[in-house]
């Protein structure tokens, strides 16, 4: 069993220093003499709807299908050899 003096015996004793030491809770504390910037501001997130997002991406995912779909379907007539030129719109008032 360790008795308490042979435990203080191993540790070791802090080193003295030539600073005196302050006492915080006195009025007469010196304040900080370093001075800096205040923190920045924070900026607001701004969440938006999630099902606006959801929304909004079904709309682009559906025209991004089209899109493709329209330029597949131009590309393989043309390679057939159908062209839309051979068509004349005409208006009549």
Not at 2 to 18: E, I, K, Q, R, Y
Not at 45 to 70: C, K, M, Q, W, Y
Request: hydrophobic content about 45%; proline content about 8%; some cysteine.
């Amino acid at each position: 069993m360790v008795t308490d003096a042979a435990l203080h015996a191993c540790m070791a004793s802090p080193l003295a220093t030539g600073k005196q030491t302050v006492n915080l809770a006195s009025k007469g504390a010196p304040g900080s003499r370093i001075r800096r910037d205040p923190p920045p501001k924070v900026k607001e997130v701004v969440v938006s709807d999630p099902e606006e997002h959801d929304r909004r991406n079904a709309v682009i995912g559906i025209l991004a299908f089209t899109l493709a779909l329209v330029v597949i379907i131009l590309g393989v007539s043309s390679f057939a050899g159908w062209t839309p030129r051979e068509y004349t719109i005409r208006i009549e008032n």
